[in-house]
């Protein structure tokens, strides 16, 4: 069966300091991924996605960048934490991209940007 | 860009009570999916119900779909405290990829 790791699961960074947050999907190839934000009480922002190794395209301008270095790991950075970055990171991922496929999505991580 | 929009904001209800959740969306769909958020966790996926289809059911789940008010419904039998959660609508963005309205946020009191 597959499976959706995120780590860390709590995150609290100084504003300035760089991020990396993790995520991981076992038993499947080729998944496409994807990073949203949730702020408190609202909805999902889709952030970035992969379809591939390498292949990553961004929904939003913003202070984050994203990686996919292996076919089932995906990576959120920051260089520098800005305190709008706080919020509920989580990971998904699907068989396919269009919106035919359900998606499976990670225990999330909570950054908190101080 | 924001597809699906689901009303009410927030429902509170009594154990044993039916709870109904609804969803607009503004374009064509092929499909439309519920998921369902516990505070603090990810997303699980409930049902996905197809353009072609109007009622779907999946336990005490029943999804409908009207495709030409552009609307969908969610409701829950006999609703338990378990239930307490958020429900989100998710729906085709421009580019074809799924993307997820503001949910409603539902808590069953026991």
């Known amino acids: 069966s597959q499976t959706i790791h995120q780590w860390p699961a709590t995150l609290v960074q100084p504003v300035g300091s760089p991020l990396s947050l993790e995520c991981t999907v076992e038993g499947t190839s080729n998944p496409n991924l994807y990073w949203y934000r949730q702020a408190a009480g609202r909805g999902l922002q889709l952030l970035f996605y992969?379809?591939?190794?390498?292949?990553i395209s961004s929904e939003v301008p913003q202070n984050l960048s994203a990686s996919r270095p292996q076919d089932r790991q995906f990576i959120l950075s920051s260089k520098k934490l800005l305190l709008s970055d706080s919020g509920f990171y989580l990971c998904a991922w699907s068989k396919g991209h269009t919106s035919s496929y359900e998606q499976y999505f990670g225990p999330g991580t909570r950054l908190t940007v101080t | 860009s924001q597809q699906g929009e689901e009303d009410p904001q927030a429902l509170s209800i009594q154990e044993g009570e039916n709870a109904t959740m609804n969803c607009s969306y503004k374009?064509?769909?092929?499909?439309l999916q519920w998921y369902r958020q516990n505070s603090g966790r990810g997303l699980v996926h409930l049902i996905l119900i197809r353009s072609n289809e109007r009622e779907k059911h999946s336990g005490r789940l029943r999804v409908t779909l009207d495709t030409s008010k552009k609307s969908s419904s969610l409701l829950i039998t006999a609703s338990r405290a378990a239930d307490t959660a958020s429900y989100f609508c998710?729906?085709?963005?421009?580019?074809?990829?799924?993307?997820f309205g503001k949910g409603t946020k539902l808590s069953v009191k026991p």
């Open positions: 998710a729906t085709r963005g421009s580019q074809g990829n799924l993307i």
């Open positions: 374009t064509s769909i092929n499909n």
């Open positions: 992969s379809v591939g190794i390498g292949q």
